[in-house]
Nanobody
Framework: QLQAFGGGLVQAGASLRLSCAAS????????AGWFRQAPGKVREFVAA????????NYADSVKGRIAISRDNAKNTMNLLMNSLKPEDTAVYYC??????????????????WGQGTLVTVSS
């Protein structure tokens, strides 16, 4: 089970840190990623990280503003978001990929999903 938390209402330009905690499974055995879904839009890839943290992947829309990291000892994954924009408003989901080396951008590659946490950025 994955649980995402840390969302909230912030103003444009602010920073926010999302976290994803795994229970019942060791996150170190999986690649992991974050996706988001804005109202009326399809779910889109945000960032991904392989099991060791040695490889990351980012959507072009967030590159340079967002950093993904993980702490396998704590069984958690984080997403630090800086310089937030109103278009970053969405429900953010964390997910795990059975391929621990993966940093896939494809939602279908992820088999376990968290319930989502809402991020709202006001202008």
């Amino acid at each position: 089970q994955l649980q995402a938390f840390g969302g909230g209402l912030v103003q444009a330009g602010a920073s926010l840190r999302l976290s994803c905690a795994a229970s019942g499974r060791a996150l170190r055995n999986y690649g992991a990623g974050w996706f988001r879904q804005a109202p009326g839009k399809v779910r889109e890839f945000v960032a991904a990280i392989n099991w060791s943290g040695s490889s990351t992947n980012y959507a072009d829309s967030v590159k340079g503003r967002i950093a993904i990291s993980r702490d396998n000892a704590k069984n958690t994954m984080n997403l630090l978001m800086n310089s937030l924009k109103p278009e970053d408003t969405a429900v953010y989901y964390c997910a795990a990929d059975l391929n621990r080396w993966s940093t896939s951008k494809l939602a279908q590659d992820y088999v376990f999903w968290g319930q989502g946490t809402l991020v709202t950025v006001s202008s």
